[in-house]
């Protein structure tokens, strides 16, 4: 996986992020692996929010939202069943993989730069 960010705890975030994401397509692989998604995902989003409200981050609502997507969708997903079968799992792979991807790449990097242009880095 490619570099997603210059900030260190943020880039190594998301790297975790995409190989619990790979994991979800390994045959096997059942809801704990989307639970230990939606945990890591959690505890990411929320360090992301914290940096969003004390640097008074211009676009923060917008950010949370695309959040609350996510956290809704791994939700549903959860509520699928606890025996998922390959064609479903690697259709959530992809998806969520999709969506963490242009997110990532998206206003992430909006985020970022905000932040390293803060003094409070």
């Given at each position: 996986m490619r570099k997603t960010s210059d900030i260190i705890w943020q880039d190594a975030q998301h790297q975790v992020l995409?190989?619990?994401l790979d994991l979800i397509k390994e045959p096997g692989a059942n809801n704990q692996v989307l639970f230990r998604l939606r945990d890591y995902t959690e505890n990411h989003f929320a360090l992301e929010e914290q940096y969003m409200v004390e640097l008074d981050f211009p676009d923060r609502e917008a950010h949370i939202?695309?959040?609350?997507?996510?956290?809704?969708?791994i939700e549903q997903l959860l509520v699928k069943g606890e025996d998922?079968?390959?064609?479903?799992?690697k259709i959530i792979s992809t998806f969520l993989t999709e969506w963490l991807t242009r997110h990532v790449f998206g206003i992430d990097k909006e985020l970022e730069a905000f932040i390293l242009q803060s003094s409070r880095k």
């Open positions: 995409f190989k619990i939202r695309a959040h609350d997507l996510f956290r809704e969708e998922p079968d390959d064609i479903f799992r």
